[in-house]
C-alpha cells in the first residue's frame, strides 16, 4: 500500500495540533500484530482504545461503530481514498480529543468510517481507530520496533542515528532512498505499511522494472477501501540513510497518488528511528549490523 490507511479527505483542512505536555520519562509500548503492523494505546474523548499506528494518514480514523459508543455526530460527508480497491465513505467530525503517549490533543477533526474490512483482513482482529499524522505532527517520538517501545523526546534532544531531512508529498512524510544504485528517490515514512515495499507505476516505468527481465508476480494487498491484486518483484537493492538492503520484496501500486516509494514496517524495524514532522526531520540508527556506509 503506499501507506496503510492514507486517505486524501476532499476538502480538510489540517489545523495544528495542541500537545499537552508529556511524560518524557516514559516508555510506551509498541503491541506488535500478526499482520506486521503496530498498535498503540491511545484515548478518544476520555475512553481507551488500541490504535493502528499510521504516519502516513493523513488524518486519525475512527471505526463507525466506535463513533456510535462514544455518541459522535454522523459528521460533514466526503470522500476518501485510501490504498484499497475503491474509494470509502467517511463523515469529518470536529471538537474530539485523542491522547496517545502522554500527549493531549484537543478539538481534533477525524474521519468516522467503517474499519472492520481493514481489521479483520489485515491485523486479524477487530480495529477501532487508525492513529494518523496528528500525534507525529505534534511531538518527537522515538519508535524502537524491535524492543517493542516508543519515547516522546524533547526538542532540544540530540537523537542518535543518522539525520536525514523530510519532504511533505501528496500530505504525507517522506525521505530520500537509493533503489537499485540508481538517483534518490523519495519514499513515503509509513509506519502503517505492515508488508513490502511499495513502487509507485510511475518510478516502475522510469526504471523499467517489470520489463527488464526480473519475475514478476502477483500477491494480494490493499488496505482502506478493500482488497487488491497487485503486481510483485523483487529490487536487487535498497539504499535507506546509508544501509543497504539487498533481494528486497516489494508490489507495485498504481493508485495515482502514490509516491515513487513507499517503506513501511519491513524496513523501519532495521532502525530506531526518531520523527520531527514540525522540523521536518528523522533520525535514522540501525538496530543491528548492518551493510552501512560510516
Given at each position: ?38 498498535l ?7 475512553v481507551p482504545?488500541?490504535a ?17 459508543r ?12 485510501g490504498s ?26 477525524v474521519a468516522?468510517?467503517?474499519?472492520a474490512?481493514v ?8 480495529l477501532d481507530?487508525?492513529?494518523?499524522r496528528?500525534?507525529?505532527d505534534?511531538a ?6 524491535t524492543?517493542?517501545?516508543l ?15 523530510l519532504?511533505?508529498?501528496k ?5 530520500g532512498?537509493?533503489?537499485e544504485d ?6 513515503a515514512?509509513d509506519?502503517?505499511?505492515g508488508?513490502?515495499v ?10 523499467n ?6 519475475p ?6 490493499g ?7 497487485r503486481q510483485?518483484?523483487t529490487?536487487s537493492?535498497?539504499?535507506?540513510a546509508?544501509?543497504?538492503f ?6 507495485l501500486d ?8 513507499n517503506i ?9 528511528v ?6 521536518h526531520?528523522?533520525w535514522?540508527?540501525p ?7 560510516p
Amino acid at each position: 500500500m503506499r501507506c496503510f490507511a492514507r486517505a486524501f479527505v476532499c476538502c480538510l483542512l489540517a489545523l495544528p495540533a495542541l500537545a499537552g505536555a508529556a511524560d518524557r520519562s516514559r516508555s510506551y509500548p509498541l503491541i506488535p500484530t500478526s499482520g506486521g503492523r503496530l498498535l498503540v494505546e491511545a484515548r478518544v474523548n476520555g475512553v481507551p482504545v488500541q490504535a493502528l499506528l499510521d504516519s502516513a494518514a493523513e488524518t486519525s480514523f475512527i471505526d463507525r461503530a466506535l463513533a456510535q459508543r462514544l455518541g459522535l455526530a454522523q459528521g460533514t460527508a466526503v470522500a476518501a481514498q485510501g490504498s484499497g480497491a475503491a474509494p470509502v465513505d467517511a463523515g469529518l467530525v470536529t471538537g474530539v480529543r485523542l491522547e496517545a503517549f502522554g500527549l493531549a490533543l484537543p478539538d481534533q477533526t477525524v474521519a468516522v468510517t467503517e474499519l472492520a474490512d481493514v481489521g479483520t483482513r489485515l491485523l486479524h482482529r477487530r480495529l477501532d481507530m487508525i492513529l494518523g499524522r496528528e500525534v507525529f505532527d505534534a511531538a518527537r517520538l522515538q519508535i524502537d520496533i524491535t524492543h517493542h517501545s516508543l519515547r516522546v523526546l524533547g526538542a532540544a534532544a540530540r537523537p542518535p542515528g543518522v539525520r536525514l531531512a523530510l519532504s511533505t508529498q501528496k500530505g504525507i512524510e517522506t525521505l530520500g532512498v537509493r533503489v537499485e544504485d540508481g538517483p534518490t528517490v523519495q519514499a513515503a515514512l509509513d509506519f502503517g505499511n505492515g508488508s513490502q515495499v511499495l513502487v509507485g507505476a510511475a518510478l516502475a516505468e522510469r526504471l523499467n522494472l517489470l520489463h527488464d527481465g526480473r519475475p514478476v508476480g502477483h500477491a494480494a494487498g490493499g488496505g482502506l477501501g478493500g482488497a487488491r491484486e497487485r503486481q510483485t518483484i523483487t529490487l536487487s537493492s535498497l539504499e535507506v540513510a546509508g544501509c543497504r538492503f539487498r533481494a528486497v520484496p516489494a508490489a507495485l501500486d498504481v493508485q495515482p497518488s502514490a509516491t515513487d516509494l513507499n517503506i513501511g514496517v519491513s524496513i523501519l524495524r532495521h532502525f530506531r528511528v526518531t520523527t520531527d514532522f514540525a522540523a521536518h526531520l528523522v533520525w535514522l540508527e540501525p538496530e543491528a549490523p548492518l551493510k552501512c556506509r560510516p
